[in-house]
Every structure is written in C-alpha cells, then in structure tokens.
C-alpha cells in the first residue's frame, strides 16, 4: 500500500509503464482500463522492529511480525492509511487482509514456539477461557501432540475440525506419527488432558482472532472504499491460521472471504471469491500442464491447438508471474492477463473432457475460468 513502494516490475499489467510507480499511477492506469483496484493491507507490518508491535512466541522471543490485538499496530494501521487521504479512490473496490499466517509457527531443537503469547493476546485469551493459560502451565507441552520440528520445516496435524473430540484428536495424532500407538487415549490420562487443552485453546484463538480482525476492518473501512475482505487458508489447513472455516461462516468478520481455489469451501453461501497463491494454484497447474502437454503433441500429428496453446501459456504466465494475489472470477482481466474467449462453459468443458481431466472440484475452477473468458468475449475486452 505504500504510494512509493508499488512493486509492478513483475506485472503485466504495467510492462508498458516506466518505473519507478506510485499508487496515482497504478489507480490511473486501473481506471484507464475500466479495471477495479484491491488494496492488499499485510497486517504483519513486515518487518517491525518496536516490541511494542511484535508477537512473541510461547518461551518470551519476539519476532518481527506485528500482532493484530497490540494497540500499537492498529495505531500504525490507521497512520498508515492516513496517506490515502489525498489519492483518489474511485478505481478501489475494496481492501483484502491475509489472514492466514497471523500467528507464524517456530521451531527450535525440537521444541515448538507457537505464536502469539504477548501480554496482549494472554489477555484476550483469559477473557474468552480464564482458566487457560493456568492450566497450560500444568501440562508437558500440549503443542506436541499436533505440531513437530522436522528440522526444514513443521509438520502438523493436517485437519482439525471444530468438533474434534479429545479422543478424534489423539488419533490424528497417532495417525501423523506424533505420538505412539500404544498411547493412552482414555480420559483422565495426560495425553488426553493435552487434547482437551488444544482444543479449549483453539477455540479460545479462533474468537480472539475473529475479534481482531473485525476490529481492523473497522479501521479500515472509513479510509478505504468498498468491501473488506479477508483471504485466509480454509479447510484443511484452517486451524493452523488461528480459525475454524465452520465457525468463521457463523460470524464472518468482513464483508467476503477470498478462498483457495482447491479449498474444500466450493459450497459455502459465504460471499466469497477465489484467489491463486501457493496451495491455491495446485488444481490449475494441473490443468495447465495437461494443457500443455495436448498443445506440444498436437492431435495425431496434425497443427498444435492455437488455443490451447494461448490457454497454456497464459495460465502458465499466471503462476509464474511474482505478483500478489489474483482474484478469481470477478477479475476479468485477471491481472491484466487476457485468457481467449470461449462462447461458453460447455465449449470449455468440452476442451477439458477431450484432455481427459476429470471434471470434479478442478473442474469447478475450470468453469469459472469459462464465465471469466465468457464476460471477457461479451465486453469485447480481449485482446
């Protein structure tokens, strides 16, 4: 959001435009091409150096990752969008919020350091279970039954559902290797005092995190026009993000959710849309390697697909290009990416079943994709 710091280098939408660009210059050229702008607000203020704003992990080490209940980073939220209050908006749909890495996961010699456990968040947390930090000090390490150091990264318990039982949870433990199998899953054991402290836990984060993120969009809404949303990690993923997809559609605290496309999320009534970083990319790289590979080897020896050949290239672009999310389908641009047109989804869908890609939750991205090329054909804006 910075008016000076627009990394555009990488974005095809501005290949034409001298650097360096401000955000006039990008809001200019948006609204040159009847394009709507979404302003990404990091609420981890990379990188902050103040202890006033940093989270601080289990064992009391700060790191330079700003937490969202500290009052200092909402201060610096709204000096921050202080300097929007002379640029012109009007190209602005709204702004986005990450909230899938608010709480940052460490590890060090095996011991794992979750976040955040500044004074901050241990009150919030004794507000919503008042009992929970206490009892959490009577307990060897309850973070071991769900999460482990594997030296290049932390592995964890890949799905925790907002109804897990004590038990379902040390099974999942014993399903992932965590703990062994003749683990004592009976009540009153201490493995079992130990899933039913994560899971109060949990919960107890899931509230304080929806909290701060509805007290952000407060902040945010009078200096930005348009919706708040927040993009986030959703199902199966969701509780290492501090939330509960399920409980989040009860009492969601923005306008709309940006979700992974390959998400188990398809079905929610939830406004939401759909953007393509990381994990989110994997159905349509799928898609487009397959696309790939029918436009090198052409249909029993005859010319390559045109295309499919353009299909492939400009998906390919997309995953490759390092811009920041991209929103699916409501962009028709896509970033400034044009895709060729198909008069319909069934056209589309007839490329995909000739390709052999089977038609499930890839192909629910793949119909999208059809409406985005079908609103691009009926506006005459592809090139």
């Known amino acids: 959001m910075s008016r000076r710091g627009l990394n555009v280098q ?19 050229v948006a609204e040159s091409r009847s394009l709507k702008v979404w302003l990404s607000i990091d609420p981890s203020l990379p990188p902050v150096d103040s202890t006033l704003l940093q989270i601080r992990n289990l064992y009391g080490s700060n790191s330079r990752h700003a937490c969202i209940n500290a009052p200092a980073t909402r201060a610096c939220l709204e000096l921050i969008l202080e300097t929007l209050s002379d640029v012109e908006l009007a190209s602005v749909a709204g702004s986005i919020l990450y909230i899938g890495d608010l709480w940052p996961l460490g590890a060090s010699g095996n011991i794992i350091r979750p976040n955040c456990f500044c004074r901050f968040c241990n009150l919030e947390l004794t507000a919503v279970d008042p009992e929970l930090l206490s009892d959490m000090d009577k307990l060897p390490s309850p973070f071991s039954l769900v999460l482990r150091d594997e030296g290049d990264g932390i592995n964890h318990v890949s799905q925790i559902a907002s109804d897990v039982t004590p038990e379902g949870l040390l099974l999942a433990a014993i399903g992932r290797g965590f703990i062994p199998t003749e683990t004592d899953v009976s009540e009153g054991a201490v493995e079992y005092q130990q899933a039913e402290w994560i899971i109060r836990y949990l919960h107890a984060r899931h509230i304080t995190t929806t909290r701060a993120v509805g007290a952000l969009s407060e902040i945010i809404r009078p200096a930005i026009p348009g919706s708040v949303a927040a993009a986030l990690t959703a199902v199966p993923y969701d509780w290492t993000g501090g939330t509960f997809w399920d409980l989040l559609v009860e009492d969601f605290p923005v306008d709309e959710a940006w979700l992974e496309g390959n998400s188990d999320t398809w079905d929610t009534e939830l406004p939401h849309r759909f953007y393509m970083l990381d994990r989110g ?4 790289e799928g898609l487009a390697e397959a696309l790939e590979a029918r436009a090198a080897l052409g249909d029993e020896g005859k010319s390559r697909d045109p295309v499919v050949v353009s299909l492939a290239a400009n998906l390919y672009g997309m995953f490759q290009t390092p811009v920041s999310l991209r929103l699916m389908p409501q962009s028709p641009a896509l970033n400034g990416v044009v895709l060729p047109p198909f008069n319909n989804r069934e056209d589309l869908k007839a490329y995909v079943a000739d390709l052999g890609v089977e038609m499930g939750r890839p192909g629910q991205v793949v119909e999208r994709l059809a409406e985005v090329m079908a609103a691009l054909d009926a506006e005459g804006t592809q090139g």
């Not at 974005?11 to 200019?28: G, I, K, M, N, V």
């Not at 990319?281 to 349509?284: I, K």
């Open 281 to 284: 990319r994997y159905y349509l």
């Open 10 to 28: 990488n974005d095809r939408l501005f290949h034409s435009s001298p650097a360096p660009f401000t955000l006039e210059d990008a809001l200019e």
